[in-house]
């Protein structure tokens, strides 16, 4: 099956320091697969480069059989791939309804007029943001802007949706309900690449994982395999 994407031995630096070193990765369609690692271990940075957010100095970044890696980050999210940021940026004055408006275009050629996202589409996957829609996006409590950050990103119809630790700094009972939330859209057919570092939330989510060790993929696999594993959650993650 040819992947959705396909990272190939990337290296990224911040300035002189190296960050990423020859990290690869492949999703396939339809998947959500889950990017595994401890603060700081370099999955932002992985989610940056796919984005053209940061600039990888060497590998290969192929998004349905095309190089992207060097285009800036306009034309690769008009290639059909949504970014939510681990620091949810919304627009804090503009109302829960701007902050969707704002983020619509419309879908590519390739996505059928059925799975079009539009304020109604949204507000049924997140039912807590209707009565909120005239609020303004500052007042929204975390969970809320996780959910509206998601949610706009959703109003740009992608393909494929890169998410950077939506649990985090959640409390339980919203990392629950934005759980479900998840899986009904990962229902609806949409590829994920979710950076976590909830072991539980993301066994929930995915079937398949990778875990990023100080810059470089350490597992690839199954994810029951890897909770099943005690010296490999050990060895690579918290817990
Ligand atoms: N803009 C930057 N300039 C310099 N170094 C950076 C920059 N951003 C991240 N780093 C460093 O790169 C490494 C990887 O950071 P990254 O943010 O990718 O990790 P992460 O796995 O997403 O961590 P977290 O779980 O805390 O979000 C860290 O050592 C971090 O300090
Ligand atoms: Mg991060």
């Not at 700094?169 to 979710?194: F, S």
Request: aromatic share 6%; proline share 6%; net charge positive.
């Amino acid at each position: 099956m040819t992947p959705v994407l396909e990272v190939g031995g990337i290296e990224t630096f911040y300035g002189q320091s190296q960050v990423l070193f020859g990290v690869s990765l492949r999703v396939r369609p339809g998947e959500v697969l889950t990017l595994l690692g401890r603060n700081g271990a370099g999955k932002t940075t992985t989610l940056k480069s796919i984005m053209g957010l940061v600039q990888p100095r060497s590998g290969h970044i192929r998004y349905r059989g095309r190089e992207i890696a060097g285009l800036p980050p306009h034309k690769i999210s008009r290639r059909g791939i949504g970014y939510v940021p681990e620091d949810r940026i919304i627009f804090p004055d503009l109302t829960v309804w701007e902050n969707l408006d704002v983020a619509r275009r419309p879908p590519r050629r390739s996505v059928s007029e059925g799975v079009r996202w539009t304020e109604e589409r949204v507000f049924d996957l997140f039912p807590q943001l209707r009565p909120l829609a005239l609020r303004l996006g500052g007042t929204l409590s975390g969970g809320e802007q996780q959910m509206l950050a998601i949610a706009r990103t959703l109003m740009g119809n992608p393909e494929f949706l890169l998410l950077d630790e939506p649990s985090e700094g959640l409390a339980p009972l919203v990392v629950q309900m934005l759980l479900e939330q998840l899986r009904k859209l990962k229902q609806t057919g949409l590829t994920i690449l979710l950076s976590e570092q909830n072991l539980e939330f993301a066994t929930r989510l995915s079937d398949r994982a990778c875990v990023i060790v100080n810059g470089q993929i350490r597992y690839d696999g199954s994810m029951q395999e890897l909770v099943a594993n005690e010296t490999l959650r050990r060895a690579f993650l918290a817990v």
